[in-house]
């Protein structure tokens, strides 16, 4: 669209000019015959009187530059002309448009693909009015019913508070049902958003208690699938999970909280009757600051709540709530995490963009100075010194306009695959686009660039004084060549530094990776597959009955040589917690209970996972319901409860629990919370003798081929087997790991593309610049060559002399790397920041590429022949 | 008649004075300028025609003097230029600064 406008200012403008022209030569015409009538007044004959009119006006074409030039119109012609002659030059030197506009393309676009991604995640607002004055309260999804009444009660810095949790629900009905992510908030949820609905209403003060209507608001996306937009919706009933709830609202397009993938809102049932009301912590707490609230307030007002919630409740230590209390912006909340990587990504590709500029800038010097010898003749031909810069201008700009074009193509390209790889999770990548008033800026301001980047060319050219046209001249334009010459090494040994930083980063987010594939995880992700697979809670038999019968179709599958079912998959569902008394000790109860994961497997759980057990048993099929009740513990809670003793023979009971359970084996630890966390404790129980009803869970596959192959067979055969069976997050345990350790797998993967392209940046710009040195000093070595010096000498000539440009930016990027690390010291896990084999393979990378870019050039030069470049050439 | 020295001789700036001067009596199209700025001038004063369109397409850029076409007295198409009320106060401040200057010339001149 830039194309076509450019081209539709540029037709009214010669539009307007044909008519200025028309009207200037009517008028001059005018004049003219008015002239000729006025001698013929005074006697002259017709033909004498026009032939003297004509000598007192002067030249007619004259005349009509000269108006013309007053227009100030002149310089569109010249523009034109100078952006032919420049386009003709850049088609004469293909070598050198390519490599420029491919630098700079490849800067400008990665550049303003990442940019555009920070500025859609972290600048854009909500679709919410009250979207940056929401805070989430500090313990993440850990508040109970009991705690969140307590906290709204009194509360001065907010003006209001709600709290959310997230659930996977069914809608409708047989074989119309389908599995939505929803979100069960409390009745001031919208109120805190400061969201209004396209549609009826939101929810209503108490309707998040018992008793209350059971109601559900729509996404606008979900109205659109389910319902075909019908604005008639509302008032209809639907089935939620079974229960019938009417449907009150839907909210306006591109409304969501907390992200795009939750596409329905149902209130919470908050029953203070109700065990869970005052049972484990699931929820989220988020507060709308009142306006005008300052830090120091919601501060003392945090504080405040922390306090009175350490006289209501007694908290064991790591869920102490009255300690390190904060609320941090919704923002942070949801994209916490991507900001440092963003800004460090930024800074990368600023610093590629700068490395892509100075080498454009070097290869634009050096043409200049190969050009120079044209440009003083064409001086010393009256060609205007204006006019000169003006071509080499012209010639940047249209350079840099295509490379921005280029960049910009590119930028479009990348920038959903920048943000597909971007660890955001939640369908945030959908919501994201590329701000199209960016690209033009870019355009624009590649095009200024490139104007800017001539400058400097042009300035010393018209230093250059255009009289040094004898024969000695180019012997002459040496000197002038020289301290260019000292500039582009300057400029070479800039890209050198930037290229060094990159490399290095890449290397050490490369080994971070690597680090983090080292780790033990306690489990064998080859051949693991996992769904994840719901059915009704009135299924016969219940969840138990459900489990049996999956895992056993599962394993008749062929190919498939274990299976089990547990509730969660490691890593990626934080899962149930639960307080769990220890019954030889009992110190350990009441506030000083230990929190621990709960996991309810089948058995073959360990076996289809790879887990160890370390101690005992794993369980068997003896370990049903009605049997004794057993358990496992990991490592981590038998080294805490009972150091150096065996856990065998002990007994434990969680707080859902009716009974103690005896500890029949250890497993060794598997990551819970994340690779890089250390692990958590976590104690399995039998699946069968799990007292809760859970319809589904996640079963889990091992096989010796390919578990991916294998995941849409699994998905038929649960949905065949109970007409309410929904499957969802079909994935290999592989995949589950590798999304774990996603920020670093990403971030490896930028800094490697980084890396990649200021290597290929940093060649060419050495590259470039000693060809020129080598091709300028020529005659120089034919001449010497001819006095019979050896050509092994010069080429290590013009190696040492390259290499010490290459040597000063590898050590100033090696410095400049070191300070980079230090800043990107939170985003990488296993290696020192400051690490050596990083560094090295920085400097070491781009010495090797400095010393082949320059040795093609220096091979060439001892190949001079000394009798033509004697005879002038 | 007056030679092509004083013509040249003509002080910088001081057609665009001209100009403004005879446009503030009438509208004119460039012939009749010229013409009028010779009658005044008692024929001491030619304007060059290489000038004088320049000068004219100049103050209109400037905004002192429209232009417009329109049809003469004996029924022929011609751009006449007119003033502005900007071009009336650029004219004034035109008129002292010339007043001032050639006042200064004369002291000079008149020198004992």
């Given amino acids: 669209m830039g194309i076509t406008s450019d081209m539709a200012t540029r037709l009214s403008a010669l539009f307007r000019r044909r008519r200025m022209e028309r009207e200037l030569d009517e008028e001059l015409a005018f004049h003219l015959e008015r002239e000729v009538e006025k001698l013929a007044a005074e006697g002259l004959d017709p033909d004498r009187a026009r032939t003297e009119a004509l000598r007192r006006f002067g030249g007619v074409q004259h005349h009509r530059e000269r108006a013309r030039a007053s227009w100030g119109l002149v310089w569109l012609d010249d523009l034109w002309r100078d952006l032919r002659i420049g386009a003709r030059g850049l088609r004469r030197a293909r070598g050198f448009t390519a490599v420029a506009v491919t630098t700079m393309g490849l800067g400008i676009g990665g550049t303003l693909a990442l940019y555009g991604a920070i500025h859609a995640l972290l600048v854009r607002p909500f679709p919410f009015p009250a979207g940056d004055r929401v805070e989430v309260f500090w313990s993440d999804q850990n508040w109970r019913g009991s705690e969140f009444d307590h906290v709204r009660e009194g509360v001065v810095a907010f003006e209001e508070v709600a709290a959310y949790g997230h659930e996977v629900v069914t809608l409708g009905e047989g074989r119309g049902r389908a599995p939505v992510a929803a979100v069960m908030g409390s009745a001031g949820l919208f109120d805190v958003l400061g969201a209004a609905p396209l549609l009826g209403r939101t929810f209503r003060e108490g309707e998040d208690r018992p008793g209350a209507e059971p109601v559900i608001v729509l996404s606008h996306g979900l109205w659109q699938q389910r319902y075909g937009g019908n604005p008639g919706v509302v008032g209809r009933l639907v089935s939620v999970d079974g229960v019938q709830r009417t449907i009150v609202g839907v909210m306006p397009a591109g409304f969501f909280f907390p992200s795009p993938d939750q596409r329905a809102w149902v209130p919470l049932d908050l029953d203070p009757a109700d065990g869970a009301y005052a049972g484990n912590g699931w929820l989220i707490l988020v507060g709308r600051r009142a306006n005008g609230a300052s830090n120091a307030q919601v501060e003392a007002e945090i504080q405040g709540i922390a306090a009175r919630l350490g006289e209501r409740f007694t908290y064991s230590e790591e869920w102490d709530k009255t300690r390190g209390a904060f609320s941090v912006p919704l923002r942070t909340y949801l994209f916490g995490e991507v900001g440092p990587l963003l800004r460090l990504l930024t800074l990368a590709t600023a610093l590629l963009l700068v490395m892509a500029l100075a080498n454009v800038s070097a290869l634009l010097l050096g043409r200049m100075i190969d050009r120079a010898h044209e440009m003083r003749l064409r001086a010393a031909l009256g060609a205007g010194r204006a006019r000169l810069v003006r071509q080499i201008v012209a010639e940047s700009v249209l350079l840099s306009g295509i490379a921005g074009g280029v960049g910009v193509a590119l930028a479009y390209l990348g920038f959903g695959a920048v943000v597909s790889r971007l660890p955001l999770g939640g369908g945030f990548e959908t919501t994201i686009g590329l701000d199209w008033r960016l690209l033009v800026a870019a ?43 000292r500039l582009q090494a300057a400029l070479v040994s800039a890209q050198v530094v930037i290229a060094v930083t990159l490399v290095a980063g890449a290397t050490l ?93 089948t058995d073959e759980y360990l076996t289809t996972m790879g887990m160890r057990v370390v101690e005992g048993r794993g369980f068997g099929p003896e370990d049903r319901a009605g049997a004794a009740p057993v358990t496992l513990v990991n490592r981590a809670f038998a080294e805490e409860v009972w150091p150096g003793e065996s856990a065998l023979g002990k007994s434990v009971m969680g707080n859902f629990d009716d009974d103690w359970s005896t500890v029949v084996g250890v497993v060794d630890n598997v990551p819970i919370e994340g690779v890089r966390a250390p692990a958590p404790r976590v104690v399995y129980r039998p699946y069968e003798q799990w007292a809760a009803l859970w319809p589904g869970g996640v079963l889990t596959f091992r096989t010796s081929g390919d578990p991916a192959a294998l995941l849409e067979t699994v998905r038929r055969t649960l949905e065949e087997l109970d007409a309410t069976a929904v499957v969802l997050q079909p994935t290999t345990l592989r995949r589950a790991l590798d999304a774990s350790i996603a920020d670093v797998l990403r971030l490896r993967f930028f800094m490697a593309a980084l890396a990649a392209l200021a290597l290929a940046i940093g060649a060419v710009g050495v590259y470039g610049v000693v060809s020129y040195e080598v091709a300028r000093r020529s005659r120089e070595f034919g001449i010497r060559m001819a006095l019979g010096a050896d050509r092994g000498r010069l080429v290590r000539e013009v190696m040492r002399r390259e290499s010490v440009q290459v040597l000063i930016g590898v050590a100033v990027g090696v410095g400049l790397a070191t300070l980079a ?39 060439r030069a001892s190949r001079v022949d000394p009798a033509r470049v004697l005879r002038g050439e | 008649m007056n030679d092509d020295k004083s013509r040249n001789d003509m002080i910088k700036g001081t057609l665009d004075l001209l100009i403004l001067k005879v446009l503030s009596l009438e509208p004119l199209h460039g012939w009749g300028i010229s013409e009028r700025i010779q009658d005044m001038s008692r024929a001491v004063l030619e304007v060059n025609q290489g000038a004088l369109y320049p000068a004219l397409h100049r103050l209109v850029r400037r905004g002192w003097i429209t232009s417009s076409w329109a049809t003469t007295e004996n029924n022929r198409r011609a751009r006449y230029y007119a003033l502005t009320a900007e071009g009336r106060r650029q004219l004034g401040a035109e008129v002292v600064h010339w007043q001032r200057l050639s006042a200064a010339v004369d002291r000079i001149v008149a020198a004992t």
Wanted: aromatic share 4%; no cysteine.
């Fill in chain 1, 509 to 601: 987010f490369a080994r971070s990776a690597a680090q983090l594939y080292r780790v033990d995880t306690g489990l064998d992700p080859a051949g693991v597959g996992a769904v994840t697979v719901g059915v009704d809670r009135a299924t016969p038999g219940g969840g138990h009955g459900f489990a049996r019968r999956a895992v056993d179709a599962a394993r008749a599958l062929p190919g498939v040589e274990y299976a089990a079912m547990g509730l969660r998959l490691p890593l990626r569902d934080g899962g149930i917690q639960g307080s769990t008394g220890v019954r030889d000790r009992p110190e350990l109860d009441g506030a000083n209970a230990l929190s621990a994961y709960y996991r309810a497997i």
């Fill in chain 1, 821 to 859: 690390a230090r800043a990107a010291a939170g985003l990488v896990w296993g290696v020192q920041p400051v690490d050596p084999p990083s560094l090295a393979a920085g400097a070491g990378a781009l010495l090797a590429v400095g010393v082949v870019a320059a040795l093609t050039p220096a091979i």
């Fill in chain 1, 443 to 485: 355009l624009a301001g590649a095009t200024l660039l490139g104007a800017l980047v001539a400058l400097a060319p042009a300035h010393r050219l018209l230093r250059d004084r255009p009289t040094n046209l004898q024969p000695g001249a180019r012997a002459e334009g040496g000197a002038a060549a020289g301290r260019s010459g």
